[in-house]
């Protein structure tokens, strides 16, 4: 691991290394807008940050506030229909069956919203390595030998293994 751990703040999502080993990653953006570079360089650090975008991608935005319109609507729904239990108004059953396209819908937009963070971790891997820079430490990985038993760079710093190709 780094000699030195980033601040959580300035760290996001997990991936995983070339050697399938599950690491966090630095968040470029944030250590940009906090000007807080690390060993990254200032002016590579602002490219970096360019490259992945400012803000959240629009199928981030439409996920999380499907989800949380859905997850809304669930508790409105589920209050009703508590009430009309206990007034016996529904069964058990009909309770039950009433709830299912609330939670089917509720779970599918979480899931999308997971699937888009997902990539924005992906993302911000593989442009970390498209400017030669350790996704984990910040640390800069160019000119380094590849291993020829599976075609990974080793980082010095944290040891984490990244495809350079990737
Ligand atoms: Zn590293």
Redesign the pocket.
């Known amino acids: 691991m780094?000699k030195e751990e980033p601040p959580p703040r300035q760290q996001t999502g997990r991936i995983k290394d070339a050697r399938g080993r599950s690491v966090r990653e630095l968040d470029p953006v944030v250590m940009h807008l906090m000007h807080r570079p690390g060993i990254i360089p200032q002016d590579t650090l602002g490219d970096i940050a360019k490259d992945i975008g400012f803000g959240t991608t629009k199928g981030v935005r439409i996920a999380f506030w499907g989800w949380i319109v859905c997850l809304v609507c669930l508790v409105i729904a589920l209050a009703i229909l508590l009430t009309r239990l206990a007034n016996g108004a529904i069964t058990t059953r009909r309770f039950i069956v009433s709830l299912v396209p609330y939670c089917g819908i509720w779970t599918s937009f979480f899931g999308f919203w997971i699937g888009a963070r997902n990539n924005r971790h992906k993302r911000i891997g593989s442009i970390m390595l498209k400017y030669l820079r350790?996704p984990?430490?910040?640390?800069d990985?160019r000119g380094l030998p590849v291993d020829p038993s599976d075609g990974a760079t080793v980082?010095p710093?944290?040891?984490?293994a990244w495809r350079l190709g990737d």
Request: aromatic share 8%; proline share 0%.
């Open positions: 780094a350790c984990h430490c910040g640390y990985i980082c710093e944290c040891g984490c």
